[in-house]
């Protein structure tokens, strides 16, 4: 179940980015962000401005408001990439 939030949910970005089968090399290669700077706002150490999560959300294919739910029982990392994986084939 989603919860709209007020605070930067940097998991949704994380998933966001593995379904996009993105590395964090990659999204630094198309926002011109730091890797350690992106990995900082996924593990909740800091929070991007506005204007980082609008380059980050067009980036992955979402709207900003996409970063502000928080799943009730999210989904593992390693079965997002099974999913993406999955659609390859």
Known sequence: MLIKTDIFCGSRMRAARC???????DLEAVTNMDKKKLWC?????????KDEEK???KSLNVEP???????????TEDCITFSS?????
């Open 85 to 89: 994986r999955m659609r390859r084939m």
């Open 65 to 75: 408001a996409f970063f502000y739910w928080t799943d009730t029982a999210p989904l």
């Open 19 to 25: 379904v996009n089968d993105l590395s964090l090399d």
């Open 55 to 57: 380059v980050i959300a």
């Open 41 to 49: 706002f996924e593990v909740g150490k800091s929070i991007p401005t």
